[in-house]
């Protein structure tokens, strides 16, 4: 079960850090996300990480905004977003790959929190 907290309203330019736990003792070895959904839109990859937290993806929208990064002894991955815009408005959520991989591609992940919504106003 995955558990993501941190959304909110803010100003285009502001920052935000998004959280998401788990209880599962296996963490450790998944590969964590960050997924967001505006309106109308599908589910895109923003950033990923591998166990160990040795690789990293981002999406090209986000590189240089958002960092991605993990709390083995917290179970627990984060993303920071600074300067932040309104197209960054959507719905985020976490989830985890089984198979430790970072692989940005929707299908490849096992595991989705319920979302936490980020609204960014101009």
């Known amino acids: 079960q995955l558990q993501a907290f941190g959304g909110g309203l803010v100003q285009a330019g502001s920052s935000l850090t998004l959280s998401c736990t788990t209880s599962?003792?296996?963490?450790?070895?998944?590969?964590m996300g960050w997924f967001r959904q505006g309106p109308g839109s599908e589910r895109e990859s923003v950033a990923t990480?591998?166990?160990?937290?040795?690789?990293?993806y981002y999406a090209d929208s986000v590189k240089g905004r958002f960092t991605i990064s993990r709390d083995r002894a917290r179970r627990t991955v984060f993303l920071q977003m600074n300067s932040l815009k309104p197209e960054d408005t959507a719905v985020y959520y976490c989830?985890?790959?089984?198979?430790?991989?970072?692989?940005?591609?929707?299908?490849?992940?096992?595991?989705w929190g319920q979302g936490t919504q980020v609204t960014v106003s101009s």
């Open positions: 599962a003792r296996t963490f450790s070895t998944y590969g």
């Open positions: 990480i591998t166990t160990g937290g040795g690789l990293t």
């Open positions: 989830a985890a790959a089984k198979s430790g991989s970072h692989n940005p591609r929707v299908g490849n992940w096992d595991y």
